[in-house]
């Protein structure tokens, strides 16, 4: 496992989920109004419960959709791409789904509790909480 210092500095990360949290509003906005078309169509409420429970796990899983497959397909999210960061398994082998599911879900409570898993970036392994779960590594990618 050859594993290097991140070279991403943070003000790009940041950039970059900014970035994909705009891209996910809009997409959250369209997977929204079908959720609220079917769910009318079926019960014929006007607007879905904050309280439906399979509302939060339809909405859990267009976020986490949009990161696993963005990341299996190029290594990059719409925000990474823009800011030019490529995510990679530490041993430069194609990354895993386990690797993805991990990353994810480690992102969570690295983001949600202050950005602490983020700023592991100014420890001497310069890799994020999410990083080191899940054997992968962002690198920046300059345009050529």
Known sequence: MSIEKSNVALYRIIGSVVYDWLV???LLMVFGFFAVAINHSLTGEEA???ENIFFK????AVIALYFV???HRSGQTVGMKAWKIQLQSVDQTPIKAK???TRLIVAVPSYAIGLIGILWLFTPSKRTWQDMASGTQL???PRK
């Open 24 to 26: 996910l509003l809009g």
């Open 48 to 50: 879905i419960s904050s």
């Open 57 to 60: 796990l339809y909405i859990l």
């Open 69 to 71: 497959y963005f990341w």
């Open 99 to 101: 690797q993805l599911f």
């Open 139 to 141: 690198t920046f990618k």
